[in-house]
């Protein structure tokens, strides 16, 4: 079983930037990809960007594309990160951070609220 916890959300305001990390816990040697997921009041969950163990392979969706950098730490493979920048409101939503197994399972963190606002 494995165990996410998200982290570095909060307020910014527009033009702004934020970075967010994702701890895995547990049994995180079956874990061959981990993304970042965004929900918005009112809309479906849709992915922001993953990124593979190993050759660490990134993936991004096309609205993210350019803004937003999905990193995995050199040292600790466990820690993901999300560097999001020139923050609109419209980037308001709660992220959660996903972990996909080799066997296709998915692990989802409790997620963490951006908010953009002036």
């Known amino acids: 079983q494995v165990t996410l916890v998200e982290s570095g959300g909060g307020l910014v305001q527009p033009g702004g930037s934020l970075r967010l990390s994702c701890a895995a816990s547990?049994?995180?040697?079956?874990?061959?990809?981990t993304g970042w997921y965004r929900q918005a009041p009112g809309k479906q969950r849709e992915l922001v960007a993953d990124i593979t163990i190993g050759t660490r392979t990134t993936n991004y969706a096309e609205p993210f594309k350019g803004r937003f950098t999905i990193t995995r730490d050199n040292a600790d493979e466990n820690m993901v990160y999300l560097q999001m920048n020139n923050l609109t409101t419209e980037d308001t939503a709660v992220y959660y951070c996903?972990?996909?197994?080799?066997?296709?399972?998915?692990?989802w963190g409790q997620g963490t609220q951006v908010t953009v606002s002036s």
């Open positions: 996903n972990a996909e197994n080799w066997a296709n399972l998915h692990t």
């Open positions: 547990g049994q995180t040697y079956n874990i061959y990809k």
